[in-house]
């Protein structure tokens, strides 16, 4: 079984920064992606950004609407996945969920979905 663990969300004014954090923790294969969705109320979960374990590639995506302001990375010996979210506005604003879905090939994202295991979610607000 595994457990995922998210932390960091909060208020934050427009132009401001937080930076997520989550921990991943029982039997975890190293070929594996981990990944932020989030969901704002009214709208689908969408994926945010999304990272490979060193083992598959250690390549990352990104949203669109995110690139160049957020950065995903890993520390793959303690499972744990990071969101630095910069230059934030109010459509950032929801719930943000940590993810993580093994990995068939390597180099290759797993399918974007509800597949894998799921951390509780944790809020972001931005005001405006």
């Known amino acids: 079984q595994v457990q995922l663990v998210e932390s960091g969300g909060g208020l934050v004014q427009a132009g401001g920064s937080l930076r997520l954090s989550c921990a991943a923790s029982g039997t975890i294969f190293s070929n594996n992606a981990m990944a932020w969705y989030r969901q704002a109320p009214g709208k689908q979960r969408e994926l945010v950004a999304a990272i490979l374990s060193g083992n598959s590639g250690g390549f990352t995506k990104y949203a669109d609407s995110v690139k160049g302001r957020f950065t995903i990375s890993r520390d793959n010996a303690k499972n744990t996945v990071l969101l630095q979210m910069n230059s934030l506005t109010p459509e950032d604003t929801a719930v943000y969920y940590c993810?993580?879905?093994?990995?068939?090939?390597?180099?290759?994202?797993?399918?974007?979905?509800?597949?894998?295991?799921w951390g509780q979610g944790t809020q972001v607000t931005v005001s405006s």
């Open positions: 993810n993580l879905q093994y990995v068939s090939r390597w180099g290759v994202f797993p399918a974007e979905g509800r597949q894998g295991y």
